[in-house]
């Protein structure tokens, strides 16, 4: 544990727990030399990054806690329909506290501990009703509310060393789908894997094609097979490669050509006949627009997609509420 002695406004600590990796000793060190006070071994890194938080964006989470001697009871009974009926009411102003698609709650932990549910959200008066609107048979002892840096893409950097969340922005140079479903696409020669497991992210990776632009944010990690990689959990696609070159047609029966070698002509496939020509571009339609495709699970910290898009003014929220529904009534 970490206690400041005065209001802490150094935020580099922070900063750098947020997006690396931070020594036990190292945050001892800062802390004396920041006159932080701590006691044991156990959250001195996680405290001090607390105190020094200082952001540019904050979400809130809504925590609820059980009176003591339910501390025990692993089991919350918390009515699934009112949390969906409250999200649903809400969003996106709530947000990320129901798995639509394996239809389960994500409010609540499962271990012996104090908590009951936590509930996410961007305004803290919203979050207050949950307390009358979400239904449950379990005693609520205290509630508080939290600034929290969850879903504000507050972790990424543009950094390229293993273990950090990166983004990098490139051409897309080689597209393969591996052995069980995963893919692995080589971007500026970096290789970005797109797991499987990460829904619509992987099907839309399937396809990318040589030429794209896309952005890609992910971590970065080191692989066996392929050395370093960065495990996608966004890829927006700024750029569609949607032309290809093909050989003119045959000039005397419209047939199809085939290349002589370079600055050689063409060849009718048909008739034989020889001739120059240019190449033909041709817009070819893809199964891919420009946008953001996301994982379907993904990091606390990372922005959902549609906070993304409240933000740059892209969507509006009755059109992301009937987003929600579309998912409420999505049948698996």
């Not at 950097?157 to 789908?177: P, R, S, W």
């Not at 969507?315 to 698996?332: A, M, P, R, T, W």
Request: hydrophobic letters at 35%; aromatic letters at 10%.
């Amino acid at each position: 544990m970490a206690i400041a002695k005065y209001k802490f406004t150094d935020s580099w600590f922070y900063e750098k727990a947020v997006k690396d990796i931070v020594p036990l000793n190292l945050a001892k060190e800062y802390a004396e030399k920041n006159g932080i006070m701590i006691k044991g071994d156990r959250g001195i890194i996680g405290s001090i990054a607390a105190i020094s938080y200082n952001p540019e964006e904050i979400t809130y989470e809504l925590i609820t806690y059980r009176p003591e001697e339910e501390w025990s009871k692993n089991k919350r009974e918390i009515d699934f329909n009112s949390v969906v009926n409250f999200e649903n009411k809400y969003f996106p102003k709530v947000f990320e506290n129901v798995d639509y698609i394996k239809k389960y709650l994500l409010i609540s932990p499962h271990g012996h501990d104090p908590i009951l549910y936590g509930i996410r959200g961007i305004d803290a008066d919203i979050l207050i009703k949950g307390l009358d609107e979400i239904k449950t048979k379990d005693s609520i002892d205290m509630a508080m509310i939290f600034k929290t840096n969850q879903a504000t893409d507050s972790h990424i950097t543009h950094k390229n060393y293993f273990y950090q969340t990166t983004e990098i922005v490139g051409k897309v140079l080689m597209v393969k789908i591996i052995e069980g479903g995963d893919v692995i696409i080589n971007v500026n020669n970096e290789s970005v894997l797109v797991y499987k497991e990460t829904g619509e992210l992987n099907l839309a990776s399937k396809y990318l094609r040589k030429g794209d632009i896309i952005r890609v944010i992910g971590a970065v990690k080191p692989s066996i097979k392929f050395g370093k990689i960065i495990e996608a959990e966004r890829i927006e696609i700024l750029e569609l490669n949607d032309k290809i070159l093909r050989n003119p047609r045959c000039p005397k029966c419209n047939s199809s050509s085939e290349s002589l070698g370079k600055n050689k002509g063409f060849r009718c496939k048909k008739c034989g006949y020889k001739f120059y020509g240019e190449k033909i571009i041709e817009k070819v339609p893809r199964e891919l627009t420009t946008g953001i495709y996301q994982s379907r699970y993904y990091r606390h910290l990372t922005r959902p997609i549609y906070l993304d898009l409240i933000r740059n003014q892209t969507f509006n929220e009755d059109q992301i509420s009937s987003i929600l529904n579309k998912l409420v009534n999505y049948k698996n």
